[in-house]
């Protein structure tokens, strides 16, 4: 985990942070998830129809379970001192670009596009790659806001 200061955060525009530890993606998570959400697709909760139908015989992650893992990932890549706390802002673009398999492993990418000063405070814009182990292709890439406030 990289750690930096609320000044110094500007200094690191345009670089790769970090990456977050691996996460694995179980059918207890999505079956939790898709309760959360009223979201239940049968690619997502259904076992024994998936593995009939799908590719691979497998669920799949919600593609917005996918994206919520993002907070909880860029935690473990950046701790920024000095800061009293910090809001989802939204997003700028999100796009899935690969299906996450349950079972699988998962894991961010942070890559700081921005950080500006706001009124008391700073709005950082960080592309997160959301990258599945052993595929080459992301499962997901987004332009994330955040504000943080001293």
């Known amino acids: 985990?990289?750690?930096?200061?609320?000044?110094?955060?500007?200094?690191?525009?345009?670089?790769?942070?970090?990456?977050?530890?691996?996460?694995?993606?179980?059918?207890?998570?999505?079956?939790?998830?898709?309760?959360?959400?009223?979201?239940?697709?049968?690619?997502?909760?259904?076992?024994?129809?998936?593995?009939?139908?799908?590719?691979?015989?497998?669920?799949?992650?919600?593609?917005?379970?996918?994206?919520?893992?993002?907070?909880?990932?860029?935690?473990g890549i950046l701790r920024i001192t000095g800061v009293s706390r910090g809001i989802n802002y939204g997003c700028n673009k999100v796009r899935f670009t690969n299906m996450v398999t349950v079972g699988s492993r998962v894991r961010g990418r942070q890559k700081l596009l921005s950080a500006d000063a706001r009124s008391g405070g700073m709005q950082m814009i960080n592309e997160f790659t959301i990258e599945i182990e052993g595929q080459e292709r992301p499962a997901c890439v987004a332009e994330t806001i955040s504000l943080i406030y001293k």
């Open 1 to 75: 985990m990289k750690t930096i200061s609320f000044e110094e955060l500007p200094t690191l525009v345009g670089q790769e942070i970090g990456m977050s530890d691996w996460q694995t993606i179980d059918q207890d998570r999505i079956n939790k998830f898709a309760e959360a959400t009223g979201d239940h697709q049968w690619i997502h909760v259904d076992v024994e129809r998936a593995k009939k139908e799908m590719p691979g015989g497998k669920t799949i992650t919600h593609g917005y379970l996918t994206l919520s893992l993002v907070p909880m990932m860029g935690a």
